[in-house]
């Protein structure tokens, strides 16, 4: 029997989305308000969920405390009021859109969960606007 366990979390951030490799304009037709040379910000929530069978001697398809730990380590405890175009590793050269921020994220816990567990984060950038990504 397969089960789906899921914490929320939060973090605050700011980026700006451009390629270093276009024009102005061209990012500005592209990407918007959203090209701010100075940056803008989002209230970003978070739902991570772990899917697998239930641990037959502790009842768990994972424990929650210890899924809340990783995930404040580190998704909260590195992106939280971080600016990510200057301040995550990750976005150096990744534009960080929403999809990238979502597949970072994913990458970053991948290596936590056992891997005969499905893994699949939805990340909301507004109350209206999110992505989820699981992988494939």
């Known amino acids: 029997m397969r089960v789906t366990v899921s914490r ?3 973090f605050n951030a700011a980026h700006r989305l451009y390629r ?3 024009s102005m304009e061209k990012n500005d037709a592209v990407f918007g308000k959203c090209n701010n040379p100075n940056f803008h910000g989002h209230n970003y929530e978070l739902t ?3 899917t697998g069978e239930i641990d037959q001697k502790t009842g768990y398809v994972i ?4 899924l809340a730990d990783l ?3 580190h998704i909260e405890n590195t992106f939280d009021h971080k600016n990510l175009n200057l301040d995550v590793p990750e976005f150096a ?3 960080p859109t ?3 921020i979502v597949v970072v994220i ?7 969960i056992d891997a005969n567990k499905d893994l699949e984060i939805i990340l909301y950038e507004t109350p209206r606007n999110f992505v989820t990504y699981n992988g494939n």
């Open 20 to 22: 270093k490799d276009w």
């Open 71 to 73: 995930i404040k380590e």
């Open 93 to 95: 050269d990744l534009n």
């Open 48 to 50: 991570v969920s772990v």
């Open 8 to 10: 929320k979390a939060h």
């Open 63 to 66: 424990d929650t405390k210890i």
């Open 106 to 112: 994913w990458q970053k816990l991948r290596k936590y």
């Open 98 to 100: 929403a999809e990238n």
